[in-house]
């Protein structure tokens, strides 16, 4: 990789991590500049403070994970038996879809058994 390569990569970096921190700045100055004005109001803000129940879903993340590694070793498997595969390109395509369709199916195994649970 040349100078202009890297210097490129950095600069692409420290933009995608500073848009993250001021996206998370301006989020913070916007709810505390929300809260300050509902006091300001006399308006009860308890119900902003109480514990919410987080619900997180871990059968779609787990079906998603099992999908994404399923298609992985489905990749590796079809890399190891066509090795007469000149086209490089097809083959990280081939790699890319099955890890991406197998991700996809997991995600709605998940879904359906989470919509089943609930």
């Known amino acids: 990789m040349t100078t202009i390569g890297y210097i490129t990569t950095t600069i692409t970096w420290f933009g995608f991590f500073a848009a993250f921190f001021f996206a998370y700045y301006y989020f913070l100055q916007f709810r505390n500049r929300e809260r300050m004005l509902l006091i300001e109001k006399n308006i009860d803000i308890s119900e902003i403070y109480k514990k919410k129940k987080s619900k997180f879903p871990w059968y779609i993340l787990g079906f998603t994970l099992l999908g994404v590694s399923i298609g992985t070793i489905a990749s590796i498997l079809i890399f ?39």
């Open 80 to 118: 190891m038996f066509s090795l007469n595969i000149q086209d490089e390109a097809a083959v990280t395509l081939l790699t890319l879809a099955s890890i991406l369709f197998t991700g996809a199916i997991g995600i709605i195994v998940g879904n359906i058994i989470e919509k089943k649970r609930a």
